[in-house]
């Protein structure tokens, strides 16, 4: 059974910083792509940041240069590095895996207050 499983969520001012972790489970991990989307209330859910098998990473414009995205093969984990936080990033997190399958996460609320 495949499992992606988030963490790292929470409450934080604007300016701040968190970190999303995302632990799988059920996939050879390191076959995959993985990649951070979220969802904003009313909106469509959108792509955050992506990296693939070989470690090249994608991003959204709106996050380019205040997150990283980075992943531990050893440990079947992602990770979201979240710096310089706007209230705009408000959202749920969802982590994504898809190689031959698509897989997704519960996701993990983000609030950033201003």
């Known amino acids: 059974q495949v499992q992606l499983v988030e963490s790292g969520g929470g409450l934080v001012q604007a300016g701040g910083s968190l970190r999303l972790s995302c632990a799988a489970s059920g996939i050879n991990f390191r076959l995959y792509g993985m990649g951070w989307y979220r969802q904003a209330p009313g909106k469509q859910r959108e792509l955050v940041a992506r990296?693939?098998?070989?470690?090249?990473?994608t991003y959204a414009d709106s996050v380019k240069g205040r997150f990283t995205i980075s992943r531990d093969n050893a440990k079947n984990a992602v990770f979201l590095q979240m710096n310089s936080l706007k209230p705009e990033d408000t959202a749920v997190y969802y982590c994504?895996?898809?190689?031959?399958?698509?897989?997704w996460g519960e996701g993990t609320q983000v609030t950033v207050s201003s």
């Open positions: 990296i693939n098998s070989g470690g090249s990473t």
């Open positions: 994504n895996a898809h190689w031959t399958r698509e897989h």
